[in-house]
């Protein structure tokens, strides 16, 4: 323990993993691996088809503010900030959702496969790998400082 500025004020220091990030405590989310966040990649596009896109809609507002989708929800996934590993609000939500993985990086991939003939293929490809490494970010959760979570059952 430190002591602080005040003689009776004790400080517990913060225990951090590997990657110096606070580890797990009771509010804090394991990261998820590759395969569960691929899993919830395959699972919400099943759920999306089979209700048509618009069940999935409707349930999806429901989660968002949460950091959840249908999938996640059911897969026990949630967005996470990658310095506190907590839930995000649904304000980053957002943002990382829409603004930065959808606007940034899906028309960015689809404007370089219309102009360099397949290359926006290949940088979707090496942004999603980057989940392999141990900080399991993609991407769009480097730029938005979040990852995916696993909630413990």
């Known amino acids: 323990m430190h002591v602080n500025a005040t003689i009776h004020e004790r400080v517990e220091p913060r225990k951090m993993n590997s990657w110096n990030l606070p580890q797990e405590s009771a509010n804090t989310l394991a990261l998820a691996t590759p395969l ?5 990649t395959l699972l919400e596009s099943f759920l999306a088809f089979v209700t048509l896109g ?5 349930w999806w507002l429901f989660l968002v503010g949460r950091g959840l989708t249908p999938a996640r929800q ?7 900030n990658v310095h506190t590993q907590t839930s995000v609000s649904s304000g980053q939500v957002i943002v990382r ?5 959808f606007v940034a990086f899906s028309l960015l991939s689809w404007a370089l496969n219309i102009f360099l003939l397949g290359v926006g293929f290949i940088f979707t490809i090496v942004s999603t790998l980057l989940v392999l490494r141990e900080s399991r970010q993609m ?12 909630q413990q059952k």
């Open 36 to 40: 569960h966040r691929f899993g919830s």
């Open 74 to 80: 059911i897969l026990g996934l949630r967005i996470i």
């Open 97 to 101: 959702g829409f603004l930065v993985y």
């Open 54 to 58: 618009i069940r999935w809609l409707i």
């Open 139 to 150: 991407l769009w959760d480097q730029v938005t400082g979040t990852t995916v979570g696993l």
